[in-house]
T-cell receptor, first 109, second 112 residues
């Protein structure tokens, strides 16, 4: 079966750095996405990785290792507004997105 | 402002009733999707459409139907609602099937 694993919840301090991990087992791989979802709102696109390595976009970076079935989202200089759920999704061989359950990130002052 | 509009925002529905959730996008995206999101689970794909005139089944299609008569609209119909269909429903679209998806604000549906 297809499976995306990410921690259920993480806590970090304002101004710090946090890494959210995602491991996956899917039928085929055509890219990995990270989305941010604030409570009661729609998911919004953060990053996309299809090749191994690090993609940096401002305070957010995303890393991919296809051989290990592993990705992480790195958030730097955390702000209170970063409190949200972070969703990992993999596009499989049918070009459908398989979603993890999300990691709820709690930022404390 | 360009984007995806879903209606209604929320709805309480009696079991056995028919319900259509509306989704309209003005970005001229080719692909559109319907997901349901339940607590503790990832988004699950119900149906999708890669282009106007075509539709496909996702992971959890039973009890739902869709149509794609034009590029902009992608309604989702529950023919006879059941309590297990209580969920938050998100419509999404993408320029093509290999592009990032953009989401509407969701419809919160409760079936009693």
């Amino acid at each position: 079966g297809q499976n995306i694993d990410q921690p259920t919840e993480m806590t970090a301090t304002e101004g710090a750095i946090v890494q959210i991990n995602c491991t996956y087992q899917t039928s085929g791989f055509n890219g990995l996405f990270w989305y941010q979802q604030h409570a009661g709102e729609a998911p919004t696109f953060l990053s996309y990785n299809v090749l191994d390595g690090l993609e940096e976009k401002g305070r957010f970076s995303s890393f991919l290792s296809r051989s290990k079935g592993y990705s992480y989202l790195l958030l730097k200089e955390l702000q209170m507004k970063d409190s949200a759920s972070y969703l990992c999704a993999v596009r499989d061989s049918n070009y459908q997105l398989i979603w993890g359950a999300g990691t709820k990130l709690i930022i404390k002052p | 402002i360009a984007g995806i509009t879903q209606a209604p925002t929320s709805q309480i529905l009696a079991a056995g009733r028919r319900m259509t959730l509306r989704c309209t996008q003005d970005m001229r995206h080719n692909a559109m999707y319907w997901y349901r999101q339940d607590l503790g689970l990832g988004l699950r794909l119900i149906h999708y459409s890669n282009t106007a005139g075509t539709t496909g089944k996702g992971e959890v299609p039973d009890g739902y139907s869709v149509s794609r008569a034009n590029t902009d609209d992608f309604p989702l119909t529950l023919a006879s609602a059941v309590p297990s269909q209580t969920s938050v429903y998100f419509c999404a679209s993408s320029r093509a099937e290999n592009q990032p998806q953009h989401f509407g604000d969701g419809t919160r549906l409760s079936i009693l």
